[in-house]
T-cell receptor, first 112, second 115 residues
Framework: GDSVTQMEGPVTLSEEAFLTINCTYT??????LFWYVQYPGEGLQLLLK?????DKGSNKGFEATYRKETTSFHLEKGSVQVSDSAVYFC???????????FGTGTKLQVIP | DAGVIQSPRHEVTEMGQEVTLRCKPI?????LFWYRQTMMRGLELLIY????????DSGMPEDRFSAKMPNASFSTLKIQPSEPRDSAVYFC?????????????FGPGTRLTVT
C-alpha cells in the first residue's frame, strides 16, 4: 500500500537558517504529492503540491520538487522565520476520492 | 467564505458517556474525511465519504465508533461508550468534486478529553 516516510523531528533552527525536511514515498502508479502545515491549535492546511514528475511546488518561500527516480519530495526554504514554527506533513494521493496518505509529521521550531 | 466548521471545539466527558462530534463541510464539496490526531499515533484517517456514501471505514478503531452523513452539508462522528484512550483531536476535512487531484480543507478540530 501507499506510504510516506519523513524525517523525525523536532527540527530546531535559528532564524534565517536553511531548512530541509526529507520525505520519501511508496505508491502505486503516479501519485500527486503534497506538503501540509499545521500551526499550533489549528487544522492542517495545504502548503504546496506537485502532480507529476519534475514539477516544483512553491509557496511562501517554501519549495519541493517531485523526484520520481528517488521517490522523494523534500521540503526546502532558504531562510526560515520564527513564524514558520509548525508541524509539516508530507502526503500523497494515488487514487480517487481525494484520499490522502499522510506522513507522521515533522515539528519545526525556529528560534530568534 | 466559511471553511469547514466543527463543533464543539472542546469536549470533556466521563468514561462511558456518548460523544457526538459534528462537521459542516464547505458548500459544494462532495468528499468528507474524519481524522484523529494523537501524539502517539499521529494523524489517522478514520472514515471518508463521497457524495454522502461511506467509501472506506477501515480506520474506524472499534464498533464504539460510528459516522453518518445524512446530507451533503452535515456529518457526525459518534463514540458510544467513550473511553479515556479516545482522548484526541478529531479533524474533519472536505474536498471539492474534480477530476484533478485537489487539496483537503481541514476544520479547526475538536479536542476530546475523556476522564
Amino acid at each position: 500500500g501507499d506510504s510516506v516516510t519523513q524525517m523525525e523531528g523536532p527540527v530546531t533552527l535559528s532564524e534565517e537558517a536553511f531548512l530541509t525536511i526529507n520525505c520519501t514515498y511508496t505508491a502505486t502508479g503516479y501519485p500527486s504529492l503534497f506538503w501540509y502545515v499545521q500551526y499550533p491549535g489549528e487544522g492542517l492546511q495545504l502548503l504546496l503540491k506537485a502532480t507529476k514528475a519534475d514539477d516544483k511546488g512553491s509557496n511562501k518561500g517554501f519549495e519541493a520538487t517531485y523526484r520520481k527516480e528517488t521517490t522523494s519530495f523534500h521540503l526546502e526554504k532558504g531562510s526560515v522565520q520564527v513564524s514558520d514554527s509548525a508541524v509539516y506533513f508530507c502526503a500523497l494521493n494515488s487514487g480517487g476520492y481525494q484520499k490522502v496518505t499522510f506522513g507522521t509529521g515533522t515539528k519545526l521550531q525556529v528560534i530568534p | 467564505d466559511a471553511g469547514v466548521i466543527q463543533s464543539p471545539r472542546h469536549e470533556v466527558t466521563e468514561m462511558g458517556q456518548e460523544v457526538t462530534l459534528r462537521c459542516k463541510p464547505i458548500s459544494g464539496h462532495n468528499s468528507l474525511f474524519w481524522y484523529r490526531q494523537t501524539m502517539m499515533r499521529g494523524l489517522e484517517l478514520l472514515i471518508y465519504f463521497n457524495n454522502n456514501v461511506p467509501i472506506d471505514d477501515s480506520g474506524m478503531p472499534e464498533d464504539r465508533f460510528s459516522a453518518k452523513m445524512p446530507n451533503a452539508s452535515f456529518s457526525t462522528l459518534k463514540i458510544q461508550p467513550s473511553e479515556p484512550r479516545d482522548s484526541a483531536v478529531y479533524f474533519c476535512a472536505s474536498s471539492p468534486p474534480t477530476d484533478r487531484v485537489n487539496e483537503q480543507y481541514f476544520g479547526p478540530g475538536t479536542r476530546l478529553t475523556v476522564t
